[in-house]
């Protein structure tokens, strides 16, 4: 069982170094985001597989939920005029996100099935989410607010540059008499 939770954690982490990678070089905002949910299942699966599922289900809920929500959200909405959103997308786009989806899903099923009988050697370190949530929050307020209110600014200026484009346009009917 050693060998196999080597192998599933080196596959991992080659899953999230490849898929990050891609999330970072894309033109596409809408696949580099397609990329980035990749990575973070890769990262949810890592911490389940390291024996932590409270952050790993915080990485899946926060991270490839909510957060990858507001980032399409602010990509649909400060789309310029002179882009266009494409209907259709080419299926050899999505072979790549589809192959490392597909590994994740493999290693995740491998990690599952392979529990309940496996013997772990390691001493799973538990905490309960009310434990969690009051270490956090007492120790570390200050950086979790700080970050709060970081995400809330670059929403404003995302969607402020976005917006941005559309009033520097000279309006037509002023010109006109």
Do not use: C
Not at 101 to 114: K, R
Not at 116 to 131: E, G, H, I
Not at 161 to 172: A, F, I, K, V
Request: hydrophobic share 55%.
């Amino acid at each position: 069982m050693d060998i196999l939770y080597s192998a599933l954690f080196y596959i991992l982490g080659a899953i999230i170094l490849v898929s990050t990678v891609f999330a970072v070089t894309r033109r596409n905002q809408v696949h580099a985001v397609v990329y980035l949910i990749v990575s973070f299942f890769g990262t949810a699966l890592l911490f389940y597989l390291l024996g932590a599922p409270l952050p790993a289900a915080l990485e899946v809920i926060i991270y490839a939920g909510a957060i990858m929500v507001l980032f399409i959200f602010i990509i649909m909405t400060t789309v310029s005029a002179g882009e266009s959103v494409p209907r259709r997308l080419a299926a050899r786009r999505w072979i790549l996100p589809a192959i490392l989806g597909l590994i994740s899903l493999g290693a995740m099923s491998a990690l599952l099935l392979g529990m309940p009988v496996s013997q772990v050697k390691l001493k799973l370190a538990t905490v309960s989410p009310a434990d969690f949530g009051r270490f956090l929050f007492e120790r570390y307020w200050l950086p979790v607010e700080i970050i709060s209110f970081l995400l809330f600014v670059a929403l404003v200026g995302a969607l402020y540059l976005g917006r941005e484009e559309r009033r520097t346009q000279p309006d037509r009917q002023k010109d006109t008499p």
